[in-house]
């Protein structure tokens, strides 16, 4: 039973308005940079008002601190269609010469904060001009490397995101060298980003980046000898105009009239725990729903009693996913199937992302208990009648719960970690299915899309509902508030 609110009471939900969280990781994330714009003017011990080297760039605009501006919890950069009075004819960028006939902004953290490794994500709106070019990276001293969360030159409907390094041949031997640059990475094809803000992140650490948007992961790169190039980065945010965003004739639609805005709504930047929370050579995985142990079985996986040495596995972290071995044998979905249902099986290593999970440790338990969600298709691994398979979570309906036995240890008390219940959210054909613990009725319900606005506001009259909601394709918080409240995430395919 569910009660439904109109607009007057939504008021009460914008305080646990939709936030992003880092990808999934067993030991968890330190934030250690943010920056929420909420002041009125640009916090200057995080950041320098314009580019640390200069004025100028790869464009036609004169960058200066005027144009930066912090107000109503957002920062704005403004391109305009003037020259600026200290701005000299043109500006040169290793071959390329421009006019600057335009004035616009630029800020970084050189010198106040700077990261290697870590989540970095951000929130933005993009100006709607032709000929503008938003970016979001970082530079250490020195060229290449650069990391590119987004860049916008074109088409508002397309970002680009790179690493830009040195060739490795001549990095082995020279170090590095501006002309010897490559590049990996590609462009994101979506919504119109200038019409809403939406998250940029990326995922680093010494074996792979990846690039988000939305919460949603867009490309991943195993690419270590690249990488490590990489040290200590800081963060610029600018707004190009010109440049790269003039290639094929483009026209530059910012005018006297119509200045160009790039906003930002918030930054943020987290660093891995590095304490681990296994700390045993050999683990258990132990389902929280049928109260056995996952054990090898040649190719397959079965579930069975945990003292069986068949059910000894190890867990290697990756740097963020893991991969879980059972004797010389990999975890995995054979054939890289991404289709719900399909079972689990044992093979062995090479590297793909089919035999990655990312463990994510559930809070409401006492003991270490986790989701386990392959990297390559999003399916967490579950249980359905007696089997072990891949599948939604918790469309299904299935558990995906697993208690990670460390050693010997071995499942005691159970009865007491399955009455503390798990929260549940879910979401199929027009239905929104909630559970949450210890029969807690009365809770009022927010519904947020990805760009954090509100969607919905209702109330539960009990602890299990179905409630009939139409949601399309997308990213959603779902808040429940009050005492023993709880925000989870929702991905609608």
Request: hydrophobic content about 35%; glycine content about 8%; charged content about 20%.
């Amino acid at each position: 039973m569910f009660r439904k609110h109109f607009l007057p009471l939504a008021f009460s939900c914008l305080s646990l308005a939709a936030t992003a969280t880092p990808p999934a990781s067993l030991n968890g994330w330190d934030l250690v940079f943010d920056d929420e714009f909420d002041g009125s003017s640009l916090d200057k011990s995080k950041w320098n008002p314009t580019y640390n080297w200069g004025h100028t760039h790869n464009h036609r605009a004169y960058c200066v601190e005027e144009n930066v501006s912090v107000s109503n919890g957002l920062l704005r950069i403004k391109g305009e269609a003037r020259r600026h009075p200290e701005a000299p004819a043109t500006c040169k960028n290793g071959s390329d010469v421009y006019s600057l006939d335009y004035t616009s902004g630029a800020i970084d953290t050189r010198g106040k904060f700077e990261v290697k490794g870590g989540y970095i994500e951000g929130r933005f709106k993009m100006p709607p001009h032709s000929g503008t070019w938003p970016a979001f990276w970082t530079l250490q001293d020195g060229w290449p490397p650069e990391i590119d969360i987004f860049e916008v030159p074109h088409a508002r409907t397309d970002h680009h995101y790179y690493l830009h390094y040195t060739k490795t041949d001549w990095y082995a031997s020279h170090g590095s060298a501006w002309d010897h640059e490559a590049s990996f990475g590609g462009v994101h094809k979506g919504p119109d980003k200038s019409a809403d803000f939406h998250t940029y992140g990326l995922e680093w650490n010494d074996n792979y980046l990846k690039f988000y948007f939305d919460d949603q992961l867009v490309a991943s790169y195993n690419r270590p000898s690249e990488i490590s190039q990489l040290k200590g980065n800081y963060i610029i945010i600018n707004l190009a105009i010109g440049g790269w965003a003039e290639s094929g004739g483009r026209s530059i639609d910012v005018t006297t009239s119509n200045p160009a805005y790039l906003e930002c709504d918030w930054v943020r930047v987290w660093k891995k725990n590095e304490t681990p929370l296994i700390t045993s050579p050999t683990v258990r995985f132990y389902s929280i729903d049928t109260k056995q142990c996952l054990q090898a079985d040649g190719h397959s996986i079965r579930l069975g009693d945990c003292s069986d040495p068949s059910a000894v596995a190890s867990v290697v972290d990756l740097g963020g996913s893991c991969r879980i071995n059972f004797g010389d044998q990999v975890f995995e979905i054979p054939n890289e199937s991404t289709a719900a249902g399909d079972p689990v099986g044992l093979w062995g290593w090479n590297g793909k992302a089919h035999q990655q999970l990312n463990l994510s440790r559930q809070k409401d338990f006492s003991s270490l208990v986790v989701t386990m969600q392959f990297a390559h298709s999003g399916h967490y691994v579950q249980t359905r009648d007696g089997a072990v398979i891949q599948d939604r979570f918790p469309a299904s309906g299935d558990s995906p719960y697993w208690m990670i036995l460390q050693g010997d240890e071995m499942p005691t008390g159970l009865d007491d970690q399955h009455a503390m219940g798990y929260r549940s959210v879910s979401y199929s054909d027009g239905a929104l299915s909630l559970l949450y613990p210890n029969n807690q009725p009365n809770k009022e319900v927010c519904i947020y899309n990805a760009s954090g606005h509100l969607l919905y506001h209702f109330s539960l009259l009990s602890s299990e509902a179905v409630v009939p909601i139409h949601l399309s394709q997308g990213v959603y918080m779902v808040n429940v508030l009050g005492e023993g409240g709880f925000s989870e995430k929702i991905v609608v395919k």
